[in-house]
């Protein structure tokens, strides 16, 4: 298996522009998380989904960032408009179910800089 | 509020020594505990994951404890490599459903020749 996959890993855009990354979350694992780290906050995570329907998005910072998952094989993450702010390494994990030891698999993340 | 607090930020140590890293945790109620490995430019990957009737399990070199206790892990690393430069995070996770888990700011781990 590839693993989660990620796209793009680098991303440098200017304030107000659109970004959208994008994840490839493991075959057949039906739980999806993103998240974001900075060296100040850390990893924080930002929504999951489970069975492609957001469960829990109260870590979405704004109503900037909006994410979505039209089949078990895809999601978006995507700010608009974007801010210096913004400026992190997103991840994008999945796992086989929700709730318990479920482990979650990490994507290699999307270096975002926003200037 | 759910945080989880690790200590030391920072650690160097030679090549072949041991170590421990530890982590505090005031979430409640808890689930599991697990240990993620973070190479630079990478992705977390998981180390252990412990629940609350664990008091101790082993991945290679890598010996994580847990007393639910006093609400307290650590990570035993033996015989370090050069490999084992990274960053090690400590994550929790509450019961109530989901996968909604508090991370630690990590541990960077240098090992130097």
């Known amino acids: 298996d590839a693993g989660v996959i990620q796209s793009p890993r680098h991303e440098v855009t200017e304030m107000g522009q659109e970004v959208t990354l994008r994840c490839k979350p493991i075959?057949?694992?039906?739980?999806l998380f993103w998240y974001r780290q900075t060296m100040m906050r850390g990893l924080e995570l930002l929504i999951y989904f489970n069975n492609n329907v957001p469960i829990d998005d109260s870590g979405m910072p704004e109503d900037r960032f909006s994410a979505k998952m039209p089949n078990a094989s895809f999601s978006t993450l995507k700010i608009q408009p974007s801010e210096p702010r913004d400026s992190a390494v997103y991840f994008c994990?999945?796992?086989?179910?929700?709730?318990?030891?479920?482990?979650?698999?990490f994507g290699p993340g999307t270096r975002l800089t926003v200037t | 509020k759910n945080q989880v607090e690790q200590s030391p930020q920072s650690l160097i140590i030679l090549e072949g020594k041991n170590c421990t890293l530890q982590c505090n945790y005031t979430v409640s109620p808890f689930s599991n505990l697990r240990w993620y490995k973070q190479d630079t430019g990478r992705g977390p990957v998981s180390l252990t994951i412990?629940?609350?009737?664990?008091n101790t399990k082993s991945n290679g070199r890598y010996t994580a404890t847990l007393d639910a206790d006093t609400k307290q892990s650590s990570l035993h690393i033996t015989a370090s490599q050069l490999s084992d430069s990274a960053s090690y995070i400590c994550?929790?996770?509450?019961?109530?459903?989901?996968?909604?888990?508090?991370f630690g700011t990590g541990t960077q781990l240098k090992v130097e020749l």
């Open positions: 994550v929790v996770s509450g019961t109530g459903g989901g996968n909604k888990l508090t």
């Open positions: 994990a999945s796992s086989l179910n929700s709730g318990g030891v479920n482990e979650q698999y």
């Open positions: 412990m629940t609350f009737s664990e």
């Open positions: 075959s057949g694992h039906n739980s």
